[in-house]
T-cell receptor
Framework: DADVTQTPRNRITKTGKRIMLECSQT?????MYWYRQDPGLGLRLIYY???????NKGEISDGYSVSRQAQAKFSLSLESAIPNQTALYFC????????????FGSGTQLSVL | GQSLEQPSEVTAVEGAIVQINCTYQ??????LSWYQQHDGGAPTFLSY????GLEETGRFSSFLSRSDSYGYLLLQELQMKDSASYFC???????????FGKGTTLSVSS
């Protein structure tokens, strides 16, 4: 089984709909992250959490919210999806003093029509 | 602010050596990481340099010069399977999240 699991793998939704992407991990890491990937733009940080009570905004948090339900679970929500949120979304956990080693899930491809 | 610059594309032939450069601008610095991502896959960790110098892991090596705000990933004895995107990443503060460069697409031909 994968150590970092994202659901769903693919999702097509319509503009204005609320959508939640889920992430769970069995690595026992406290630190979890959500990144977005667009062609040519690399990976951009949306939100991160270093424990259940800690939530931090990343580079591009506008239009997104997160919930850290437990050490193992970190979900990303789009309250009202718009087409430019069409992207590949990755959840990750980390280890290392500088959080230098990330472990990524397989990604969720989201299309907003 | 924080930014990392990498070339967008690099091409090479099997058996060759290729160097992917990364320059960064950050108000603080806590090491440089490298990741590999194959088409359709998730990024995977390759290496990390906290201090100046060369780190070697098999065919891959990574170098860091903090005084020059510069690092590189060196891939030797290239194989077709090395065709992928490579990302450098760093954090500007201890205990914060990694910020990534836009990535370098490496194409290896026979």
């Amino acid at each position: 089984d994968a150590d970092v699991t994202q659901t769903p793998r693919n999702r097509i939704t319509k503009t204005g709909k609320r959508i939640m992407l889920e992430c769970s991990q069995t690595k026992g890491h406290d630190r979890m992250y959500w990144y977005r990937q667009d062609p040519g733009l690399g990976l951009r940080l949306i939100y991160y959490s270093f424990d259940v009570k800690d939530i931090n905004k990343g580079e591009i948090s506008d239009g997104y919210s997160v919930s850290r339900q437990a050490q193992a679970k970190f979900s990303l929500s789009l309250e009202s999806a718009i087409p430019n949120q069409t992207a590949l979304y990755f959840c990750a956990t980390s280890e290392g003093a500088a959080n230098e080693k990330l472990f990524f899930g397989s990604g969720t491809q989201l299309s907003v029509l | 602010g924080q930014s990392l610059e990498q070339p967008s594309e690099v091409t090479a032939v099997e058996g060759a050596i290729v160097q992917i450069n990364c320059t960064y601008q950050t108000s603080g610095f806590y090491g440089l990481s490298w990741y590999q991502q194959h088409d359709g896959g998730a990024p995977t960790f390759l290496s990390y340099n906290a201090l100046d110098g060369l780190e070697e892991t098999g065919r891959f090596s990574s170098f860091l010069s903090r005084s020059d705000s510069y690092g590189y990933l060196l891939l030797q004895e290239l194989q077709m399977k090395d065709s992928a995107s490579y990302f450098c990443a760093n954090s500007n503060q201890a205990g914060t999240a990694l910020i990534f460069g836009k990535g370098t697409t490496l194409s290896v031909s026979s």
